[in-house]
């Protein structure tokens, strides 16, 4: 499991986790990864906003429509974190 991806404002953004499950990626070690990558990029205090959804990916790292109907081969899975700092 790995942090593929990252996009901070002042004081929300996104981390975006990568694993071989969907299970692995929405499970609590995927969410304390997010949140320790969050606050090394800075933002102070940071939670998890909720409403996370894995998606797969193909070995590339790109996700479609094919992909999500079970067509195609899935390299792996991917979960877009939303976090929010504190005050």
Do not use: H, W
């Not at 590339?60 to 992909?67: H, N, P, Q, R």
């Amino acid at each position: 499991m790995q942090v593929v991806g990252t996009d901070f404002n002042d004081r929300q953004g996104t981390v975006t986790i990568e694993g071989a499950t969907q299970e692995e990626v929405l499970g609590s070690a995927a969410k304390n990864l997010a949140l320790q990558s969050a606050a090394q990029n800075g933002l102070s205090r940071p939670g998890l906003s909720g409403g996370e959804s894995p998606y797969p990916v193909d070995s590339e790292g790109k996700t479609s429509d094919e992909l999500i109907l079970g067509q195609g081969t899935v390299a792996g899975y991917r979960c877009d974190y939303k976090i929010t700092g504190g005050l």
